[in-house]
Protein backbone atom coordinates (compact mmCIF):
# COMPACT_ATOMS: atom_id res chain seq x y z
CA UNK A 1 0.00 0.00 0.00
CA UNK A 2 1.39 3.36 -1.20
CA UNK A 3 2.40 5.71 1.79
CA UNK A 4 0.05 8.96 1.14
CA UNK A 5 0.22 11.11 5.01
CA UNK A 6 0.91 14.93 4.07
CA UNK A 7 3.85 15.91 5.47
CA UNK A 8 5.07 12.19 6.30
CA UNK A 9 7.86 10.85 4.46
CA UNK A 10 9.10 6.88 4.41
CA UNK A 11 12.36 5.72 5.03
CA UNK A 12 13.50 1.97 5.74
CA UNK A 13 17.08 1.60 6.60
CA UNK A 14 18.77 -2.09 6.81
CA UNK A 15 20.95 -3.57 9.60
CA UNK A 16 23.11 -6.61 9.73
CA UNK A 17 23.83 -8.76 12.46
CA UNK A 18 26.66 -10.37 13.43
CA UNK A 19 25.64 -13.45 12.09
CA UNK A 20 25.04 -12.03 8.61
CA UNK A 21 21.35 -12.06 9.02
CA UNK A 22 19.94 -8.56 7.49
CA UNK A 23 16.77 -7.17 9.17
CA UNK A 24 15.03 -3.85 8.34
CA UNK A 25 13.41 -1.18 10.33
CA UNK A 26 10.79 1.80 8.82
CA UNK A 27 11.47 5.12 10.01
CA UNK A 28 8.61 7.96 9.14
CA UNK A 29 10.79 11.99 8.91
CA UNK A 30 8.35 14.67 9.28
CA UNK A 31 9.02 17.05 6.01
CA UNK A 32 7.24 20.70 6.24
CA UNK A 33 9.85 23.01 4.77
CA UNK A 34 9.55 26.34 7.00
CA UNK A 35 8.22 23.64 9.94
CA UNK A 36 9.90 23.75 13.63
CA UNK A 37 10.25 20.46 13.75
CA UNK A 38 11.25 19.95 9.90
CA UNK A 39 13.26 16.35 9.72
CA UNK A 40 12.43 14.80 13.07
CA UNK A 41 11.93 11.13 13.27
CA UNK A 42 7.65 10.03 14.37
CA UNK A 43 7.25 7.76 16.98
CA UNK A 44 6.16 4.37 16.05
CA UNK A 45 4.27 4.04 13.04
CA UNK A 46 0.82 5.30 11.67
CA UNK A 47 -0.78 2.69 13.90
CA UNK A 48 0.22 3.83 17.13
CA UNK A 49 -1.42 6.79 19.03
CA UNK A 50 1.56 8.47 19.76
CA UNK A 51 2.78 8.79 16.15
CA UNK A 52 -0.55 10.44 15.39
CA UNK A 53 -0.53 13.19 18.46
CA UNK A 54 3.10 14.32 17.78
CA UNK A 55 2.44 14.03 14.00
CA UNK A 56 -0.64 16.91 14.98
CA UNK A 57 1.82 18.11 17.58
CA UNK A 58 4.74 19.19 14.62
CA UNK A 59 1.66 20.36 12.08
CA UNK A 60 0.36 22.63 14.69
CA UNK A 61 3.83 24.49 14.78
CA UNK A 62 4.21 24.43 11.41
CA UNK A 63 1.27 26.44 11.28
CA UNK A 64 2.21 28.44 14.61
CA UNK A 65 5.34 29.50 12.37
CA UNK A 66 2.98 30.30 8.86
CA UNK A 67 1.07 32.41 11.19
CA UNK A 68 3.93 34.62 12.91
CA UNK A 69 5.44 35.11 9.02
CA UNK A 70 1.85 37.04 8.81
CA UNK A 71 2.13 39.10 12.11
CA UNK A 72 2.37 42.42 11.96
CA UNK A 73 5.61 44.27 11.49
CA UNK A 74 7.42 45.08 15.10
CA UNK A 75 4.98 42.97 17.04
CA UNK A 76 6.05 40.75 19.78
CA UNK A 77 4.90 37.98 17.13
CA UNK A 78 6.97 39.12 14.72
CA UNK A 79 10.24 39.28 16.59
CA UNK A 80 10.16 35.90 18.07
CA UNK A 81 9.35 34.47 14.79
CA UNK A 82 12.59 36.69 13.63
CA UNK A 83 14.83 35.49 16.45
CA UNK A 84 13.63 31.63 16.24
CA UNK A 85 14.40 31.99 12.41
CA UNK A 86 18.42 33.80 12.94
CA UNK A 87 21.64 32.44 12.90
CA UNK A 88 22.19 33.06 16.90
CA UNK A 89 19.42 30.80 17.60
CA UNK A 90 20.25 28.17 15.10
CA UNK A 91 23.84 28.32 16.70
CA UNK A 92 22.53 26.79 20.16
CA UNK A 93 22.31 23.49 21.87
CA UNK A 94 19.01 21.35 21.16
CA UNK A 95 18.42 22.31 24.94
CA UNK A 96 18.90 25.52 24.96
CA UNK A 97 17.09 26.27 21.37
CA UNK A 98 13.99 23.89 23.41
CA UNK A 99 14.43 26.19 26.20
CA UNK A 100 14.55 29.42 24.73
CA UNK A 101 11.35 28.72 22.40
CA UNK A 102 9.46 27.84 25.57
CA UNK A 103 10.04 30.84 26.95
CA UNK A 104 9.54 33.32 24.14
CA UNK A 105 6.16 31.34 23.26
CA UNK A 106 4.87 32.20 26.70
CA UNK A 107 6.28 35.94 26.01
CA UNK A 108 4.24 35.91 23.09
CA UNK A 109 1.08 34.01 23.81
CA UNK A 110 0.43 37.22 26.51
CA UNK A 111 1.52 40.04 24.05
CA UNK A 112 1.84 39.00 20.78
CA UNK A 113 0.37 41.87 18.70
CA UNK A 114 2.09 44.18 21.31
CA UNK A 115 4.87 46.45 19.19
CA UNK A 116 8.16 45.66 21.22
CA UNK A 117 9.33 48.98 20.74
CA UNK A 118 7.16 50.34 23.16
CA UNK A 119 8.67 47.66 25.74
CA UNK A 120 10.01 49.98 29.11
CA UNK A 121 11.69 48.90 31.93
CA UNK A 122 8.90 49.16 33.75
CA UNK A 123 6.80 46.76 31.85
CA UNK A 124 9.50 44.68 32.41
CA UNK A 125 9.36 44.81 36.13
CA UNK A 126 5.69 44.53 35.92
CA UNK A 127 6.26 41.26 34.55
CA UNK A 128 9.17 40.14 37.17
CA UNK A 129 6.67 40.77 39.83
CA UNK A 130 4.05 39.01 38.80
CA UNK A 131 6.01 35.94 38.44
CA UNK A 132 7.57 35.96 42.19
CA UNK A 133 5.72 32.97 42.89
CA UNK A 134 7.78 31.01 40.82
CA UNK A 135 11.22 33.12 40.96
CA UNK A 136 13.25 30.58 38.72
CA UNK A 137 11.01 30.12 36.15
CA UNK A 138 10.57 34.34 36.34
CA UNK A 139 14.26 34.25 36.11
CA UNK A 140 14.59 32.31 33.00
CA UNK A 141 12.25 34.06 31.22
CA UNK A 142 13.62 37.49 31.80
CA UNK A 143 17.05 36.38 30.82
CA UNK A 144 15.43 34.71 27.38
CA UNK A 145 14.20 37.74 27.32
CA UNK A 146 17.06 39.91 27.39
CA UNK A 147 18.63 38.15 24.76
CA UNK A 148 16.19 38.29 22.31
CA UNK A 149 15.54 42.11 23.25
CA UNK A 150 19.46 42.24 22.45
CA UNK A 151 19.31 40.77 19.47
CA UNK A 152 17.00 43.63 18.24
CA UNK A 153 18.92 46.49 19.35
CA UNK A 154 22.27 45.18 17.70
CA UNK A 155 19.58 45.29 14.53
CA UNK A 156 18.45 48.95 15.56
CA UNK A 157 15.35 48.15 15.88
CA UNK A 158 15.14 49.42 19.42
CA UNK A 159 18.05 52.10 20.85
CA UNK A 160 18.06 50.48 24.12
CA UNK A 161 17.37 46.93 25.69
CA UNK A 162 14.92 47.51 28.63
CA UNK A 163 15.58 43.52 30.06
CA UNK A 164 19.04 44.42 30.10
CA UNK A 165 20.84 44.41 33.84
CA UNK A 166 17.86 43.34 35.74
CA UNK A 167 17.84 41.91 39.15
CA UNK A 168 16.91 38.95 39.52
CA UNK A 169 14.10 37.58 41.69
CA UNK A 170 16.06 35.75 45.08
CA UNK A 171 15.95 32.06 44.47
CA UNK A 172 16.47 29.85 47.58
CA UNK A 173 19.21 27.43 47.07
CA UNK A 174 18.10 24.03 47.16
CA UNK A 175 19.84 21.95 49.66
CA UNK A 176 18.29 18.67 48.82
CA UNK A 177 20.43 15.61 49.29
CA UNK A 178 19.62 11.92 49.80
CA UNK A 179 20.54 9.65 52.31
CA UNK A 180 21.71 6.47 52.25
CA UNK A 181 18.27 4.79 53.32
CA UNK A 182 16.68 6.96 51.44
CA UNK A 183 18.88 5.95 48.66
CA UNK A 184 18.53 2.19 49.50
CA UNK A 185 14.91 1.87 49.72
CA UNK A 186 14.66 3.58 46.22
CA UNK A 187 16.75 1.17 44.44
CA UNK A 188 15.19 -1.69 46.55
CA UNK A 189 11.51 -0.64 44.85
CA UNK A 190 13.05 -0.10 41.49
CA UNK A 191 15.19 -3.17 41.33
CA UNK A 192 11.19 -4.65 42.06
CA UNK A 193 9.43 -2.79 39.61
CA UNK A 194 11.65 -0.79 37.16
CA UNK A 195 15.61 -2.08 37.00
CA UNK A 196 16.43 0.80 34.51
CA UNK A 197 14.60 3.37 36.74
CA UNK A 198 17.36 2.04 39.30
CA UNK A 199 20.17 1.68 36.62
CA UNK A 200 19.02 5.62 36.04
CA UNK A 201 20.14 6.36 39.70
CA UNK A 202 22.98 4.57 40.17
CA UNK A 203 24.25 6.57 36.87
CA UNK A 204 23.42 10.09 38.04
CA UNK A 205 24.65 9.11 41.50
CA UNK A 206 28.18 7.57 40.78
CA UNK A 207 28.43 10.06 37.65
CA UNK A 208 27.51 13.81 38.94
CA UNK A 209 25.81 14.58 35.30
CA UNK A 210 22.90 16.18 34.10
CA UNK A 211 19.07 13.96 33.55
CA UNK A 212 19.68 15.41 29.62
CA UNK A 213 22.99 13.71 29.55
CA UNK A 214 22.33 10.68 31.11
CA UNK A 215 19.26 10.00 29.07
CA UNK A 216 21.53 10.32 25.92
CA UNK A 217 24.16 7.98 27.79
CA UNK A 218 25.74 5.20 24.95
CA UNK A 219 26.95 2.11 25.26
CA UNK A 220 29.75 3.41 22.96
CA UNK A 221 30.99 6.04 25.93
CA UNK A 222 31.30 2.72 28.36
CA UNK A 223 34.61 1.51 27.77
CA UNK A 224 37.70 0.10 29.94
CA UNK A 225 35.39 0.99 33.15
CA UNK A 226 35.03 3.84 32.36
CA UNK A 227 32.12 6.56 30.48
CA UNK A 228 33.11 9.16 28.56
CA UNK A 229 30.75 11.98 27.17
CA UNK A 230 30.55 15.54 26.09
CA UNK A 231 28.62 17.27 28.35
CA UNK A 232 25.74 18.65 26.41
CA UNK A 233 25.22 22.33 27.91
CA UNK A 234 29.26 22.83 28.42
CA UNK A 235 30.39 20.88 25.32
CA UNK A 236 33.22 19.82 28.04
CA UNK A 237 34.38 16.35 27.67
CA UNK A 238 34.05 14.46 31.00
CA UNK A 239 35.66 10.94 31.24
CA UNK A 240 34.47 9.25 34.78
CA UNK A 241 35.93 5.77 36.03
CA UNK A 242 32.97 3.39 36.90
CA UNK A 243 32.96 2.32 40.84
CA UNK A 244 32.52 -0.91 41.44
CA UNK A 245 28.72 -0.57 41.95
CA UNK A 246 27.97 0.89 38.78
CA UNK A 247 30.33 -1.09 36.82
CA UNK A 248 28.53 -4.33 38.22
CA UNK A 249 24.92 -2.82 37.45
CA UNK A 250 25.90 -1.81 34.02
CA UNK A 251 27.45 -5.72 32.79
CA UNK A 252 24.62 -6.84 33.94
CA UNK A 253 22.28 -4.99 31.14
CA UNK A 254 21.51 -6.48 28.45
CA UNK A 255 22.28 -4.07 25.64
CA UNK A 256 19.14 -3.70 23.17
CA UNK A 257 19.83 -0.18 21.83
CA UNK A 258 22.24 2.53 21.30
CA UNK A 259 21.32 4.33 24.32
CA UNK A 260 22.34 2.54 28.07
CA UNK A 261 18.63 3.36 29.27
CA UNK A 262 15.92 2.73 27.34
CA UNK A 263 11.88 2.65 27.68
CA UNK A 264 9.95 -1.16 27.85
CA UNK A 265 9.72 -0.72 23.97
CA UNK A 266 13.41 -0.63 23.76
CA UNK A 267 13.68 3.13 22.51
CA UNK A 268 15.68 5.98 24.31
CA UNK A 269 13.50 7.26 26.68
CA UNK A 270 11.81 10.90 26.31
CA UNK A 271 12.40 13.27 28.91
CA UNK A 272 8.22 13.13 30.32
CA UNK A 273 8.65 9.56 30.08
CA UNK A 274 11.29 9.14 32.03
CA UNK A 275 9.69 11.59 34.35
CA UNK A 276 6.30 9.55 35.14
CA UNK A 277 8.53 6.46 35.39
CA UNK A 278 11.05 8.07 38.08
CA UNK A 279 7.65 9.82 39.70
CA UNK A 280 6.24 6.27 40.52
CA UNK A 281 9.07 4.60 42.00
CA UNK A 282 9.66 7.91 44.07
CA UNK A 283 6.00 7.38 45.23
CA UNK A 284 6.09 4.08 45.97
CA UNK A 285 9.86 4.78 47.66
CA UNK A 286 8.47 8.02 49.54
CA UNK A 287 10.61 9.95 48.25
CA UNK A 288 8.84 12.39 46.20
CA UNK A 289 10.20 15.15 47.88
CA UNK A 290 13.70 14.25 46.66
CA UNK A 291 14.29 14.70 42.83
CA UNK A 292 16.73 13.40 40.60
CA UNK A 293 18.35 16.54 39.99
CA UNK A 294 19.33 16.11 43.56
CA UNK A 295 21.67 13.25 42.90
CA UNK A 296 23.89 15.36 41.29
CA UNK A 297 24.63 17.27 44.43
CA UNK A 298 24.49 14.66 46.49
CA UNK A 299 27.71 12.69 44.24
CA UNK A 300 29.42 15.92 44.96
CA UNK A 301 28.20 15.97 49.01
CA UNK A 302 29.73 12.81 49.62
CA UNK A 303 32.71 13.51 47.67
CA UNK A 304 33.57 16.56 49.14
CA UNK A 305 32.95 14.49 52.85
CA UNK A 306 35.42 12.11 51.97
CA UNK A 307 38.25 14.63 51.48
CA UNK A 308 37.75 14.98 47.89
CA UNK A 309 39.21 18.39 46.56
CA UNK A 310 37.72 20.85 44.25
CA UNK A 311 39.60 19.79 41.51
CA UNK A 312 38.79 16.39 41.79
CA UNK A 313 35.18 17.32 41.96
CA UNK A 314 35.81 19.15 39.03
CA UNK A 315 36.85 16.62 37.12
CA UNK A 316 33.95 14.40 37.49
CA UNK A 317 31.17 17.09 37.17
CA UNK A 318 32.73 18.63 34.56
CA UNK A 319 32.67 22.15 35.78
CA UNK A 320 35.40 25.03 35.92
CA UNK A 321 37.11 24.99 39.11
CA UNK A 322 35.40 28.48 40.24
CA UNK A 323 31.98 27.22 39.28
CA UNK A 324 32.99 23.92 41.86
CA UNK A 325 34.12 25.81 44.43
CA UNK A 326 31.08 28.35 43.99
CA UNK A 327 28.51 25.33 44.18
CA UNK A 328 30.17 23.53 47.00
CA UNK A 329 29.75 26.78 48.82
CA UNK A 330 26.49 27.40 48.23
CA UNK A 331 24.92 24.00 47.72
CA UNK A 332 26.36 21.90 49.15
CA UNK A 333 25.32 21.16 53.27
CA UNK A 334 27.87 21.51 55.72
CA UNK A 335 27.41 18.39 57.09
CA UNK A 336 27.75 16.73 60.73
CA UNK A 337 30.25 14.29 59.32
CA UNK A 338 32.22 17.34 57.76
CA UNK A 339 32.37 19.14 61.13
CA UNK A 340 33.93 16.28 62.84
CA UNK A 341 36.49 15.64 59.99
CA UNK A 342 37.46 19.32 60.79
CA UNK A 343 37.77 19.47 64.14
CA UNK A 344 40.10 15.45 64.09
CA UNK A 345 42.32 17.72 62.19
CA UNK A 346 42.42 20.64 64.53
CA UNK A 347 43.21 18.16 67.08
CA UNK A 348 46.16 16.18 65.17
CA UNK A 349 47.41 19.79 64.68
CA UNK A 350 47.34 20.03 68.70
CA UNK A 351 48.85 16.45 69.47
CA UNK A 352 51.83 17.53 66.76
CA UNK A 353 52.51 20.89 68.87
CA UNK A 354 52.38 19.11 72.07
CA UNK A 355 54.68 16.28 70.94
CA UNK A 356 57.30 18.78 69.75
CA UNK A 357 56.91 20.93 73.21
CA UNK A 358 57.95 17.44 75.08
CA UNK A 359 60.75 16.83 73.03
Given amino acids: MKHTIPYVNRKVRRY ?10 VYFIYRRKGAPDHGATLPGDPSKPEFTQTLAIYNARAEDTISDLEAA ?55 RDEGRDKPQATNKLLAVLRIALGWALVRGWITENPADRFHQLPVKPRQKIWSREEQERFLTLAAQKDPMIGLAFLLALY ?17 DGEIRLRQSKTAKPVCVPCCPRLYDALHATERVAVTILTNRNGHPFKADNFKHRWHSISVAAECEDLHFRDLRRTAMTRMAEEGAT ?19 DTYVPRQTQMAKNAIRHLENWEKKGRAKGQK
Fill in 73 to 127: PYSVSWLVNRYLSSPEFAALRPNSKDSYRRYLKQFEADFHDLDFRTLTRNDIHLL
Fill in 207 to 223: TAQRQSDILKMTWAQFQ
Fill in 16 to 25: TRKDGTVWEK
Fill in 310 to 328: VIEISAVSGHDIDSTQSII
